[in-house]
């Protein structure tokens, strides 16, 4: 009888296992479903305020590529990504990202937000 009831818990657990991953992979996709809009809009955006600065300003696409590679530079790699540095908290010392406002280990609050 325990064995028949060990069995019967098994298959239960396995069941919900794989209810638990397929609602995990419906939720990938509709992250990934989001930051696809996302990037879509991001991209319009640019392309209107590309537009614009090259119409009312005639700034030309060689003008835009350098600023770009300029950027790209700022943290010494060209790789078409705007790195970070670490930033270490004031209060408990601990080495962060600067993408955090608030320390992850003590909560100090007061992390310098750096952009470039």
Known sequence: MLGVM???NQHLSIAEAKRAASG???DGRLAAGELNRRMDSL????M????????KLGVTEEELSQRITDIDLRDGKLDGRVGTSAQECPTCGRV??????????CG????KKKIF
């Open 43 to 46: 991209l319009l955006i640019n």
């Open 96 to 105: 962060m990202s600067v993408r955090h406002q608030r320390c992850m280990y």
């Open 48 to 55: 209107a305020m590309w537009s614009i600065l090259e119409q």
């Open 108 to 111: 100090q609050e007061s992390l």
């Open 24 to 26: 995990a992979a419906f």
């Open 6 to 8: 060990w069995e019967l």
